[in-house]
């Protein structure tokens, strides 16, 4: 599941940056007993040939993590964990294929991790011939078992089509069963990069902002890296931690940095604009809810936006009653990416269960309706 999970979340994101429409294949194939191969293949840009030896082959090399972009990336545990999984599990690389589109070959290599050295080893690089116009294909071999239910990979798919419906996914378990689920909208989610917010980040990130900045000023650095800091709100901030305004930041003192990141802290700001969160909407989520569930009954809502930290979040709620629908069941989704882990602990299922169901008719047994009916939660 976790294998599936960040190849095709790399496969979305990839393709929304360079806003091609995703057309993504996977297949799960038994090899012998226990020991699956995983392929996903995207029409995504294809990867810099370059870089596909450390983005497959040494952790925490990501193009994501220092980008306030609202994608899926942030959330796995990266492609790297599942090179390593596989050689753990069957001595075996991971293989990738990728084409860019601007080259007449595309690149096969053979990846494993040198794990005292958190590098990869090439086992094998080769130019071959390709009728794709750009895209990737990954494929891995691993140690697991192919379960079925609410933390299997059909699952997984299912629910990613399902908050995905600009996406074509055509899914092969290794039963042999072929699943197709065709884009509804030709749609694209609308991707924006934000400057960070202040108050949305840790003091070890901002050092690390301090030193790595190519600002001459403490001044520049403060009204040009971040979102919500105007010249005249850095300069009142620089005067209250007694920091002259026309130091580098890669001369502050540790004591120094801790000051000035605390009176950021303090410092009231605007909220980052929400315009930066990527939303499905209401309109996409009841057609998404009607070509999954085919209901007798919907309903759907984006709220407006709340704070955390200085950084916007959106709640978007979908009901779907009847139809297809057998049984009570809530989908719970952050970014665009199923949950499938640990219900019973997140913020959702803790709103739902104290939802008054009596109050709306429904007959109750423990937390939840007994009814047919499907709930979207999308923060």
Sequence with gaps: LISVKEYVDNSLDACEEFKILPDIKVSINEVEEDIYEVVVEDNGPGIPYDKVPEIYGSFLFGSKFHRFVSTRGKQGIGASAVTLYSQLT???????ITKLKNRDYAIRYKIKIDIKNNSPIV???????TNK???????????????????SVDEYIRLTALINPHANIIYKNPEGERVVYKRITDVLPELKEAKPHPHGIEVGYFERLCRETDKKTILEFLYK????????KALQ???????????????LSDDEIEKLYEILQETKLRAMPSKYITTLGRDLILKSMDNMFKPEYMSAITRRPALYRGIPFIVEVGIAYGGT?????????????PL???????????ALKN??????GFNVEGDFPKEPMAILVHV
Excluded: C, M
């Excluded at 069957?90 to 990738?96: K, Q, Y």
């Excluded at 086992?123 to 011939?129: H, L, Q, S």
């Excluded at 890296?225 to 005249?232: D, L, N, Q, R």
């Design 90 to 96: 069957t001595r075996e690389p991971i293989e990738v």
């Design 133 to 151: 116009e750009s895209g990737t294909i990954v494929k891995a071999r691993i140690l697991g078992q192919y379960i079925k239910g609410k933390q």
């Design 237 to 251: 901030i620089l005067k209250k931690a007694k920091i002259e305004p026309d130091k580098s930041p890669k001369e």
């Design 325 to 337: 629908i057998q049984e009570f069941e809530y989908y719970r989704f952050a970014n665009r990416v």
């Design 123 to 129: 086992v094998e690089k080769k130019e071959i011939e």
């Design 355 to 360: 939802i008054n169901w009596k109050h709306y």
């Design 225 to 232: 890296t971040f979102s919500s800091i105007s010249k005249e």
């Design 340 to 350: 499938l882990y640990k219900a019973g602990e997140d913020a959702i299922t803790h």
